[in-house]
């Protein structure tokens, strides 16, 4: 079975911190995301990479970066947390071919007080 | 612009009762389709997909959901439903070979006994 791994399940921030968010994905799959979920919202793409060291900005790209520099790795950062950055983030990694699945991570809530 | 649809934001059947949980997508073209399943503190999971072919397709926990190009539709039906169904059911849409996926809103289920 396909292995997501956030490594945080929740996360309290204070604002104005740099916080980082680590997800590993043990598939050997091209595709990595980050997913920011909010009621209502259902799920909006933040960033996704689709080979280390590449990323192509999502629909919420904004006070946001990522970096990935080993294929199973993709970390999300926040450069200074603010409080409408509160919210639950779902890692989630596919293979390259069209229409592959994703597979996720059980998500990481962060709280930015 | 890509856009998925869930209507319903919250639904409330009895155990034993058949289910429908509507979606509508608008695409350029025929999009891969999916529906994910999400449990409480949980990721998502894959229900089942539609790439092309019979428009019906068969999923996991006996859930199907049927294509309808027409109405743009990928509705999820269940025939009987039970108390462990209680989630959040996400459509999906996707179309490139990065994987992108557009959400829907979700939809609430749940089932009382």
């Known amino acids: 079975d396909v292995k997501v791994t956030q490594s945080s399940r929740y996360l309290v921030k204070r604002t104005g911190e740099k916080v980082f968010l680590e997800c590993v994905q043990d598939?050997?799959?091209?595709?990595m995301f980050w997913y920011r979920q909010d009621p209502g919202l259902g799920l909006r793409l933040i960033y996704f990479s689709y080979d280390v060291k590449m990323k192509e900005k999502g629909d919420i790209p904004e006070g946001y970066s990522v970096s990935r520099e080993k294929k199973e790795r993709f970390s999300l950062i926040l450069e200074s947390a603010s409080t409408n950055q509160t919210s639950m983030y779902l890692c989630a990694s596919s293979f390259r071919g069209e229409g592959s699945p994703l597979h996720f991570g059980n998500g990481t809530r962060l709280t930015v007080t | 612009a890509q856009s998925v649809t869930q209507p319903d934001i919250h639904i409330t059947v009895s155990e034993g009762a058949s289910l429908e949980l509507r979606c509508n997508y608008s695409?350029?073209?025929?999009?891969?389709l999916f529906w994910y399943v999400q449990s409480p503190g949980q990721g998502l999971q894959l229900l089942l997909k539609y790439f092309s072919g019979d428009t019906l397709v068969q999923g996991i926990k006996g859930f199907e959901a049927e294509f309808k190009r027409s109405q743009s539709s990928f509705n999820l039906r269940k025939p009987s439903v039970h108390w462990s169904d209680a989630a959040e059911y996400f459509c999906?849409?996707?179309?490139?070979?990065?994987?992108?996926?557009?959400f829907g809103q979700g939809t609430i289920l749940t089932v009382h006994p």
């Open positions: 695409y350029g073209a025929t999009p891969y």
């Open positions: 999906t849409a996707g179309g490139t070979s990065y994987g992108k996926l557009t």
């Open positions: 598939m050997d799959h091209e595709n």
